[in-house]
């Protein structure tokens, strides 16, 4: 009897944390859409991957949640905060005029994606989806992460590593052709730049 | 029993719809990246809550990737508006007409 009740007690609290990270992350998705300033666009999106931690943890995706604080709102936002800086008052993009007809024509498609699915999802869960499967302590864990990152998935790993390595020279060429065309405009500053 | 794998569908179902809105509506690029990140992100939180479901820890490792395409992403992208601003372009993604050098 006492376990049982501990083990609903148990059920409620992660419920109400659940709930909790749910409402925030949706609450923050939509202020990173609807502010106009990009700044506080990218700190609701950091306040976002916040609760998305949260909840990975709940499902035991403990290394998910560490590298997603770290890599994404450690690393990523921070570096569209570093941008935005750069740019300064050109970056603010307030809202132009009424809602155009294709405004309109997002809002409906997107809500129609929404429905679409949680309708299919409600359907299968009226015909009882199956029980999660029952997992052991190292799920999610960093030495399974691992041992998965360099036996089973070596291949997808090393890509990464091009990717990275080929954005990031990407990144390095388009800031240099960026400033050679300062340069040369600062040196013909009568020709008329057209782009 | 928690929360369980339906309702970590419906709650990316509504951030990817959300994402989804935010780039279709909005023109400056940069919140338009962001709001890319949401999506991305939205896709994660199905990868996880379906890998949960399985006990198949293969769900996480394509979710880490995910993450690694969104970092590259965001540099690319983040060179472009530098590139475009350098240029005194107007931050504006529907007056973007060329991307030539």
């Known amino acids: 009897m006492t376990v049982l009740l501990a083990s609903t007690a148990g059920n409620v609290l992660v419920w109400i944390i659940w709930v909790g990270a749910a409402l925030a992350l949706l609450a923050s998705a939509l202020a990173v859409v609807l502010f106009s300033n990009p700044f506080y666009s990218a700190l609701a999106l950091m306040a976002n991957l916040g609760s998305l931690a949260v909840l990975y943890l709940l499902i035991s995706a ?3 949640a560490a590298a997603q604080v770290l890599v994404y709102a ?4 921070v570096l569209f905060l570093f941008v935005i800086a750069y740019l300064g008052g050109r970056a603010d993009a307030p809202w132009t005029g009424v809602p155009k007809f294709s405004s309109v024509a997002a809002v409906v498609a997107s ?3 929404a429905v679409e699915v949680i309708v ?3 359907v299968s869960w009226t015909g009882g989806l199956p029980n999660a499967a029952e997992i052991t302590a190292a799920f999610g864990s960093p030495r399974e992460i691992g041992r998965l990152f360099l036996a089973d998935h070596l291949l997808a790993f090393e890509v990464t590593s091009i990717i990275l390595f080929v954005a990031a020279v990407g990144g390095a060429v ?3 052709a960026a400033r050679r065309a300062e340069k040369a405009e600062a040196q013909t500053p009568s020709e008329e730049e057209n782009g | 029993m928690g929360p369980g794998i339906g309702a970590y569908l419906v709650l990316s179902v509504l951030l990817f719809a959300t994402g989804t809105v935010g ?3 909005r023109r400056n690029p940069l919140i338009v990246l962001l709001s890319l990140e949401l999506m991305l992100n939205a896709a994660n939180l199905a990868l996880i809550g379906f890998a949960r479901q399985h006990g198949n820890s293969d769900g996480h490792i394509f979710a880490l990737t995910v993450m690694v395409v969104a970092a590259a992403e965001a540099v690319v992208g983040l060179g472009l508006i530098v590139a475009m601003s350098r240029r005194k372009l107007k931050l504006d993604v529907d007056q973007m007409k060329q991307l030539r050098g």
């Open chain 2, 23 to 25: 780039v279709l509506i």
């Open chain 1, 62 to 64: 403990e290394f998910v």
């Open chain 1, 111 to 113: 809500v129609a994606i």
């Open chain 1, 74 to 77: 450690g690393a990523i936002v």
């Open chain 1, 120 to 122: 299919a999802v409600v």
């Open chain 1, 174 to 176: 388009l800031g240099g």
